[in-house]
């Protein structure tokens, strides 16, 4: 670093204490040469880094890649089909077995109370 001229002198306050002489650097210079310093090797190690782990393996040029599902996520969309199909099936065999079923007869019907047993009154004194 470099001093910037001559310091300045002043006369001495007390006897008792002697004052240290300040001393100046110019700090636009000195700092602008040290933070480009840093940036470049900063720089440098990032592109070696970087060199590192997107290397192209030579002879094999990387196929397009046309975005594919896993195979987790096909099975598990070809599971909800199924189960769907599963669904839609035992639906249509309940409507089938509720139409095959005989209903009861307009005549025939009884009253809902006859059906039950009559009902026990429980009285609190």
Sequence with gaps: MTKSGPPVVTPPLSTLKEKKRKIFYEHGKDSLDLAVSIGNSQEDKAL?????????QAGQPRPDRIHQKSRTKKKLEEVKATIAIQRARLKREKVKMRKERPGPADHQKSSPAQDRAPRKRVSFA
Excluded: E
């Design 48 to 56: 070696l880094k970087a060199g590192r782990h997107h290397q192209p």
